[in-house]
């Protein structure tokens, strides 16, 4: 019976020493900064973040960080600059690995910056200070989710929240203090600095009274839906693009835009022509806000941006050429963007005989742009073409609807029948632009409107001179002389005894009883 027994210790996993909290979102554009999982962790602790920096994480990130629980502590750690923990230096770097090793996960880098170092200058990456969308948190705790902190809110470019259509706040509105990325007191929903909540229930239709341009938004939601697909692809270890690819790429939209003139492809950009050769020629990396705009321009996706970086560098190695003298590898990705462009022309030149013919905000969108100025770089003489066609046929259009509104406008015998004004007014068109296309149509209504007009007359008049030959009679039976100022006293309109059949009508009537001479 003994031996059935197994007497080997069972065997226990490797346990973390502080809890493996899942990351939030990880994957997607709202994945959450690695300052806000030390925030959480902390939390769930209930212990202040800097507490728990301080006592068990700092001291793993270098040996000479021992502060005890001092408040202190965290400024003579990061003087200032928290900020960069989110970041791709060496402080993110240090942290990630301490939160790996207390808590034994392993993504932990995809909370930062740090899959992007190689392809990203640091420089004006992140915001110096703490920024969020009250009606995120708001949401979260409604649902009763976790409240966390998305990478995507701590880059310096990134100004909205794409889902609550407004600014991100950076002011607590009960201190009105702005906070640090991380503070001794740091939690995801509430200030750093008086511990107040940062949330706000607000409807949506209240938010939304945030004023901004149709071009302004266009812009911010550009940025912050490519810094977030940036940020979701961080989890799947991205192959970054180096530098000089990205340089190589850039040079080649300047060729095939501008024939390789870089003073032209900047000013097209809105950028310095000096700092557009320079990344051109590799010298200089431009920041992520600037490779953001020069992406808006051309109307492609950042990341599409470093795939084409990364297929220029992938040919560069099948022709085993260092990278500088890919001449393969550009031209054939300008042979490929150049086959693209003439695809695209012939689309225009069949859309040129379509019936009919559409307008060329329409083929844009056909051909994957959102507006028409690229295609008015590729072929200006077919967008004019294009946009002519489209007017000429919007006009026929407009005008055989018209003809149409104004065949009814006669069909129908309503009464009283509308005047020409009243009709081009209901129609949105001008009286000139209707007597210019149509006179006949223009002639009927107009003469059965003057002949309602007139038949109204004659009624009037009719009803004006009986009401005086009773306002003249009543006058009589009182013994009062019925003249004019005195008739005009009881009429409903006395001013209408001036009227010349009013005269006459009186004339009449003053004869009869015997007034008239
Ligand atoms: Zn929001
Ligand atoms: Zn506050």
New binding site residues.
């Given amino acids: 019976m003994y031996e059935s027994w197994n007497v080997q210790p069972p065997s226990i996993p490797e346990r973390s020493r502080l809890y493996q909290l899942e990351p939030i979102g990880l994957g997607t554009p709202s994945v959450e900064s690695l300052i806000s999982y030390v925030s959480r962790l902390a939390e769930a602790y209930c212990v202040p973040t800097g507490l728990l920096i301080v006592n068990e994480i700092a001291p793993l990130m270098k040996a000479e960080y021992t502060f005890g629980d001092k408040e202190g502590g965290l400024d003579r750690i990061f003087a200032n600059q928290t900020r960069a923990l989110n970041g791709m230096g060496n402080w993110s770097k240090s942290l990630v690995q301490a939160l790996e090793s207390l808590t034994l996960r392993t993504n932990l880098r995809s909370l930062t910056m740090l899959p992007w170092a190689e392809v990203i200058p640091q420089k004006s990456l992140l915001k110096p200070t703490r920024a969020w969308c009250p009606n995120c948190y708001g949401d979260s705790q409604i649902a009763e989710q976790p409240l966390y902190e998305p990478l995507l809110w701590s880059f310096s470019c990134v100004e909205v929240c794409l889902h609550h259509q407004q600014p991100l706040h950076s002011l ?6 702005p ?1 640090r990325p991380l503070a001794w007191l740091s939690r995801p929903g509430y ?6 909540w ?1 949330g706000s229930y607000r409807k949506l239709e209240a938010a939304q009274s945030w004023e901004i341009t149709e071009s302004a938004w266009a812009w911010h939601a550009w940025v912050a839906n490519n810094i977030g697909d940036l940020t979701a692809s961080a989890s799947r270890e991205p192959i970054t693009p180096s530098r000089e690819a990205i340089a190589l790429t850039l040079a080649g939209y300047a060729r095939t835009l501008f024939e390789g003139n870089i003073s032209a492809f900047s000013r097209w950009l809105g950028l310095g022509r000096v700092q557009t050769h320079r990344w051109v020629t590799g010298e200089s990396a431009p920041e992520l806000k600037t490779l953001l705009k020069i992406c808006f321009r051309l109307e492609v996706p950042l990341l599409k941006i470093f795939n084409q970086a990364i297929a220029n560098t992938c040919l560069a190695k099948e022709a085993k050429q260092p990278l500088e003298q890919t001449k393969v590898a550009s031209s054939s990705s300008l042979n490929l963007q150049v086959e693209e462009v003439s695809k695209q022309i012939r689309q225009m030149k069949a859309a040129l005989t379509e019936d009919p013919p559409p307008s060329l905000a329409k083929v844009a969108e056909r051909l994957g742009y959102r507006r028409t100025t690229t295609l008015y770089y590729y072929a200006s003489d077919m967008c004019h073409a294009i946009s002519a066609k489209h007017t000429e046929y919007q006009k026929v259009v407009e005008l055989k609807n018209i003809r149409c509104a104004l065949e009814a406008v006669i069909a129908n015998d309503v009464c009283p029948p509308p005047s020409l004004q009243k009709v081009a007014q209901s129609i949105s068109t001008s009286v000139h632009t209707l007597k210019k296309h149509f006179p006949e149509l223009c002639c009927s209504i107009s003469s059965r409107y003057a002949s309602y007009l007139s038949e109204c007359r004659v009624k009037r008049i009719q009803l004006l001179k009986e009401e005086i030959r009773q306002v003249a009679a009543k006058l009589e039976d009182q013994g009062i002389e019925p003249t004019a100022s005195r008739v005009s006293l009881y009429l409903n309109k006395p001013r209408s005894i001036l009227q010349k059949e009013a005269k006459a009508a009186l004339k009449e009537v003053r004869y009869e009883l015997g007034w008239g001479k």
């Fill in positions: 607590c509105p009960t201190c009105q203090k906070n200030c750093s600095k008086c511990r107040e940062l």
